[in-house]
Structure formats: structure tokens, C-alpha cells
């Protein structure tokens, strides 16, 4: 089995920045893609990026594309995500996923079997 937990969430003002991490524990995730995920109140789980498992690939969805960026450092079992120029938008549950399947930068939810219990993230106007 494995767990991850993310840290940094909070509440900032729009256009700030915060750095997401998700820690993992129980097992390597090195051989894993990764991503994050958010979800709004009233609204499906989406999709925000994705890494795969060395790094060399990253992905986005529209919403974030330059003002976001996914990294890891496989030697700290470690994922974040930079996020800069936030919008009141931005706000919700974020979630570290890891998917064991042979795609890049999975982008669907069905995609990843570990997932985090999320933390909050609250951008004021």
C-alpha cells in the first residue's frame, strides 16, 4: 500500500503565489507518473497537470498553463506544484494522485490508483 499527503494549501489573495507538496510514504513512486487534481465545490474532480515518472514530460490543462508548474524529486519520494498569478477560480481541494499505468502525463482520474486526502486552497478577490 501507499499514502500520500499533500501540504501547503491556504488562503491568499488573488495573484499570489503557493507551493504545493505531496509527500509520499509505503512504497517508491519513481516508476510512477504523478499529477494533481482539484475539485470545486459542486463540481467534478479535474484534472490540473501531470509528470511522468522521470520527469521529462509535464502537462496542463488550459486553466493553468503558465502560471502553474509541476516538478518532483524522486530522491525525497516528493511532488509539488508552483502556483503563481492565482485567480479567485483557482479555489479548491487539491489532490497528489500517482498512477502506476505506461502513460506519460495521464490526464484522467481513472487513470491514477494512489490519491491523497487534499488540501485547501482559497483565493480572495
Known amino acids: 500500500q501507499g499514502l500520500l499527503v499533500e501540504s501547503g494549501g491556504g488562503l491568499v489573495q488573488a495573484g499570489g503565489s503557493l507551493r504545493l507538496s505531496c509527500a509520499a510514504s509505503g512504497r517508491t513512486f519513481s516508476n510512477y507518473a504523478m499529477g494533481w487534481f482539484r475539485q470545486a465545490p459542486g463540481k467534478e474532480r479535474d484534472f490540473v497537470s501531470a509528470?511522468?515518472?522521470?520527469?521529462?514530460?509535464?502537462y496542463y490543462a488550459d486553466s493553468v498553463q503558465g502560471r502553474f508548474t509541476i516538478s518532483r524529486d524522486n530522491a525525497k519520494n516528493t511532488m509539488y506544484l508552483q502556483m503563481s498569478s492565482l485567480k479567485p477560480e483557482d479555489t479548491a481541494v487539491y489532490y497528489c494522485?500517482?498512477?502506476?499505468?505506461?502513460?506519460?502525463?495521464?490526464?484522467?482520474?481513472?487513470?491514477?490508483?494512489?490519491w491523497g486526502q487534499g488540501t485547501q486552497v482559497t483565493v480572495s478577490s
Open positions: 509528470i511522468s515518472w522521470s520527469g521529462s514530460w509535464t
Open positions: 494522485a500517482a498512477s502506476p499505468l505506461r502513460v506519460r502525463v495521464p490526464q484522467r482520474s481513472d487513470e491514477y490508483d494512489y
